[in-house]
């Protein structure tokens, strides 16, 4: 069974920084690519960036500026960078797990970003 875990979401202030993190556990394969997309009230989901477990990146144009993924492959996490916040980035983030042709989803964790 797989499951992951996202932390550091939270209320922070415009022009504020927050590093989310997500772990993953159980039968996890080496190669897999991890990722974080985000959803804002009302809006449907969307993507935010992923890295391949070689290293590789891929960013949403919108962000790239602001936001660096990154990952440990010995603890099976990721971490979003999240700087120069704005209220717009105000969502629940979620993170998956690619792997296997199958995909795995957390829960998601809260960022507010206040004016």
């Known amino acids: 069974q797989v499951q992951l875990v996202e932390s550091g979401g939270g209320l922070v202030q415009a022009g504020g920084s927050l590093r989310l993190a997500c772990a993953a556990s159980?039968?996890?394969?080496?190669?897999?690519?991890m990722g974080w997309y985000r959803q804002a009230p009302g809006k449907l989901r969307e993507f935010v960036a992923n890295?391949?477990?070689?290293?590789?990146?891929n960013y949403v144009d919108s962000m790239k500026d602001r936001f660096t993924i990154s990952r440990d492959n010995a603890k099976n996490t990721v971490y979003l960078q999240m700087n120069s916040l704005k209220p717009e980035d105000t969502a629940v983030y979620y993170c998956?797990?690619?792997?296997?042709?199958?995909?795995?989803w957390g829960k998601g964790t809260l960022v507010t970003v206040s004016s």
């Open positions: 998956k797990l690619f792997m296997g042709a199958v995909e795995y």
């Open positions: 159980g039968s996890i394969f080496s190669i897999n690519t």
């Open positions: 890295i391949r477990s070689g290293g590789g990146t």
